[in-house]
């Protein structure tokens, strides 16, 4: 009983570090959703917005922390930047792993 215990309690602890780990792809559908105007529904881009294909998520991680920080990173950055500014750090996690899983 008292081995019995022990393993559970060590899967519980398991799972737990492996939420902690994973991105969340369906938070991360949801917080695409307003991306799509511009990015497109599957990150194709179309003339001046650039797709979102092709590139891995620390990469779009790495962009839009930029942007949220409000650092100047292309020519068109003013349009950009105000759909990363409410992004918390799960959410750009979490939108990072699903542009990267869905759109390669
Ligand atoms: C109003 C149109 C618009 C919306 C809405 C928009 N973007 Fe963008 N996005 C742009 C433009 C324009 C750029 C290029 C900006 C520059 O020149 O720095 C860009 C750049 C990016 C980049 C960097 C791409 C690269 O290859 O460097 C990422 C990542 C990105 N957007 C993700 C998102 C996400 C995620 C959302 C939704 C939360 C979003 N965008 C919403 C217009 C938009």
Same mark, same amino acid.
Not at 9 to 22: D, F, R, T
């Given at each position: 009983?008292?081995?019995?215990?022990?393993?559970?309690?060590?899967?519980?602890?398991?799972?737990?570090?492996?939420?902690?780990?994973?991105?969340?792809?369906?938070?991360?559908?949801?917080?695409y959703?307003?991306?799509?105007?511009?990015?497109?529904?599957? &990150?194709?881009?179309?003339?001046?917005?650039? !797709? =979102?294909?092709?590139?891995? #998520?620390?990469y /779009?991680? $790495?962009?839009?922390?930029?942007?949220?920080? &409000?650092?100047?990173?292309?020519?068109?950055? !003013? =349009?950009?930047?105000?759909h #990363?500014?409410? /992004?918390? $750090?799960?959410?750009?996690?979490?939108?990072?792993?699903?542009?990267?899983?869905?759109?390669?």
């Amino acid at each position: 009983m008292k081995k019995y215990l022990i393993i559970a309690a060590s899967a519980v602890a398991v799972s737990a570090g492996a939420n902690l780990q994973a991105a969340d792809l369906e938070a991360g559908a949801a917080t695409y959703q307003p991306c799509i105007a511009c990015h497109g529904p599957t &990150g194709q881009g179309q003339a001046i917005f650039p !797709a =979102l294909t092709g590139k891995d #998520a620390d990469y /779009l991680a $790495d962009k839009l922390m930029r942007y949220r920080a &409000g650092e100047q990173v292309g020519e068109n950055t !003013a =349009l950009m930047a105000p759909h #990363a500014t409410g /992004l918390s $750090d799960e959410d750009i996690e979490n939108v990072s792993a699903y542009i990267a899983e869905e759109f390669n």
